[in-house]
């Protein structure tokens, strides 16, 4: 097709009702008045999926007929959020959906909140994935999303007598209407059985596979919608089956139990997401899934490559950027190592080169658990050919590192992809790229300071800080409207596709009539999170107090402890001057804490007795509430983020490697209190001190605190009244009735260390009194509305560096070297 072939532009109000009735009587056999809001947005979804096709159909002829160079964004998590809203909004569809189905007579809300959130992701790291997804598309450049298509996401959390109960979330319940499977593409993927050396006509030895066991992997596509472009790219998602073949022969002898067998340990592949967030679970079926849809990525790739280049190599990176979220598809490296030798001939030395040209790796997080090491033995095992090929990149690494530091056998050690029994991702995605990210400029310094010193010493090109960033199209245009509209009615929306124009806010911070436009705004949307708070847990909250929100998920780094802490606290002043005036606040939390972190789930019943004791207070009269909202999620987010005044960002300075939370929440205009971490010391440099309340200690004191030894957690305990009354609540009963010792474990982790860990090892008692100053300034700066506007409406005007649009425009010009393209109709 040449960019001259018309195409449908617009989707008209009459074809919106007409093609919504006609496949709701077709696919549901139901009439508009009958069809129930789940059937409505099925259809819906299918009409808008099909209005896509064109100019999905049209970027793909582009990729083709530009024969541009594409980058594969490879992820185990792809946190996507509801599509429907999305791409509406992306299409500009958004008010004639609703005119047309305002005229159907139908809910247009409730059809939206039909659709399942797919929870294909834990946190952060997955999250990031999906608002690049919406720039790559946005700004034209030529990508793919790569990753799992889970049927159960990540596990819907219900709490039951203030504990966190799992249940499995079956997203796929009432079908999929936004994919579409390609098995033309299917790929089959190896594991196990053991590798031969065969001679080929030639003479030449190659290694070979055999007594493997494999499965089918069938990619499922689903369009990512630029906005305000014609540009359609895929996140393609890759699903598990059992090859036919093995099932045939089985049958036919007589072995059907082996066939069924098959079967599901296919199934099982792509059967669960592992709600790790900054941990890992170590089990073999992880690793599994992360060869299974790197193998089929890799595949795919290479055969659409020859398809247009033949054999030639050596111009792949010119045609082909792999970039690797985390460590999870750290395998790349090996299989395309595999693949060009063993499938191309390729020489090790040119298949070393094009893969370190090819590959580029992001770092998320320094957190020791999070480090994926996988036992020699597993590894081997599963993968017994890509384990050769890990050995001898291994070899070849080590005999530099020789020549580079003379044979010094610690260094060696502590750098080696394979040492004391262990595979070591980080240090293989390390080795086998061109690039090695930070997401923050904080983080990256660490990185190159002290996690990865090592790998800087001998690769200091490598190393490179590209800070996150979200998309304000879901998370201003979709989510606030209001504030939205406001925006839009004073600048322009031009800062839909470029934030940087929310700066023409910053001359109205100071207006008497904009501050009023903007709290009545902010005031609205407190009402309809009230509204739905009350729905949700029959709580009554005031949409006049002050709404703090800590929201992600459940760490001990991320110090939701610092934050109950300091409500007993409160809670205890009250107690104490009980008619002190302080101004109302309603704190909100929502976490979910991975199943086996026993901790964190301690730290939620904490939070919700917590909630219980002072909810039910009448001395306290309402000044504060307290609120474990359930089952964080894309949706929740979209949810709270309007209706925030007070911005949690509270961890450990050094700990958290960007956040994106944090700027969700700065873009729609909460005040953050936060510490000198990860993107909230960029966030201080856009919005200036004036506009966030910092406290805490820097990342450097630390590091210095740790290493010196003289951490004692007693001497706050024995000098500081009000820390002594909070650990003693924790014990004495006041938190949990007739089960005193309830809490005495994280009794015992603030002061005397509990289960090998140093005691309070995320200082939150040394930080506990910055943090009251902070909490009590803003209380008396929200009194004054004026200024407190000023300060809210500040952060909206310098958030323009937290557009994903940014980042991934420094991704594509500085790590990937790609080019967008345009897409006529
Ligand atoms: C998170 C980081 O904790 C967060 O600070 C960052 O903003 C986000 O990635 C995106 O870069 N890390 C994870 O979600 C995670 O699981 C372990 O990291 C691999």
Known sequence: MDNTTPLPVGLTKDEIKRRVTEMVRTVFRKTIETASSQQIYNALAYTIKDYLSDRWIATHDQYESQDVKVVYYLSMEFLMGRFLGNAVLNLSL????????????????????????????????????????????????????????YHYGIFEQHIENGYQIEKPDNWLKFGDPWSVRRDEYAMEVRFGGKVNSVKDEQGVYHFVLEDYHSVLAIPYDYPVVGYNTNVVNTLRLWDAEAIDRFDLQSFN????????????????????????????????LRLRQQYFFISATIQRVLMRFTEKHKEDFSVLPDYVQFQLNDTHPSLAVAELMRILMDTYYVSWDQAWEITRKTCAYTNHTIMSEALEK?????????????????????????????????????????????????????????VGSHSVNGVAAIHSNILKTQELRDFYDIYPEKFNNKTNGITQRRWLAKCNPGLSRLITQNIGDGWISNLDELTKLKPLAGDAGFQTDFMRVKRENKVLLSNYIKQTSDLSVDPDSIFDIQVKRLHEYKRQLLNIFHIIDLYNTIKMNPYMEIVPRTFIFAAKASASYHRAKLIIK?????????????????????????????????????????????????KEASGTGNMKFMLNGAVTVGTLDGANVEMLEEAGEDNIFIFGMTAAEVLALTQSGTYSPWNLYNMDYN??????????????????DLFREIY???????????????YVLQDFQSYKNAQFKINNAYKDTARWAEMAINNVATSGKFSSDRTIRQYAEEIWRIKPIQVKL
């Open 606 to 654: 904490l939070i919700n007795s917590v909630a219980d004791l002072v909810n039910n207070d009448k001395t306290v009269n309402g000044r504060i509430r307290v609120l474990f909202m359930e089952n964080y999620r894309v949706t929740l987010a979209e949810q709270l983020c309007p209706a925030a005044d007070v911005s949690e960002q509270i961890s450990t300075a050094g």
């Open 374 to 430: 996988w036992p020699i033995e597993l590894f081997s095992r599963l993968l017994p050919r890509i384990y050769m090929i890990v050995e001898e990149i291994n070899r070849r690494f080590c005999a530099n590192l020789i020549d580079w530091f003379g044979n010094d056998p610690n260094k060696i050690r502590n750098m080696a992809i394979v040492a004391d029994g262990q595979v070591r991702m980080a240090y293989l995605a390390i």
């Open 748 to 762: 015992d982790a603030m002061l005397n260390g509990y289960g090998g860990a140093r005691p309070d090892e995320y």
């Open 253 to 284: 002898e007589g072995n059907y139990e082996r066939a069924v067998e098959e079967q599901n340990l296919a199934r099982r592949l792509s059967e669960v997401l592992y709600p790790a967030d900054n941990t890992v679970a170590g089990k073999e």
């Open 723 to 740: 820390i002594r009354f909070v650990l003693t609540s924790l014990i004495n009963g006041t938190l949990a009735p007739g089960e005193h």
């Open 94 to 149: 958004d008010e004639t959906i609703r005119e047309a189905m305002e005229e159907l007579g139908v809910d247009y809300n409730l059809a939206e909140d039909a659709e399942a959130d797919p929870g294909l992701g834990s946190g952060g790291l997955g999250r990031l994935a999906a608002c690049f997804l919406d720039s790559l598309s946005t700004l034209g450049y030529p990508a793919y999303g790569c990753g799992i298509r």
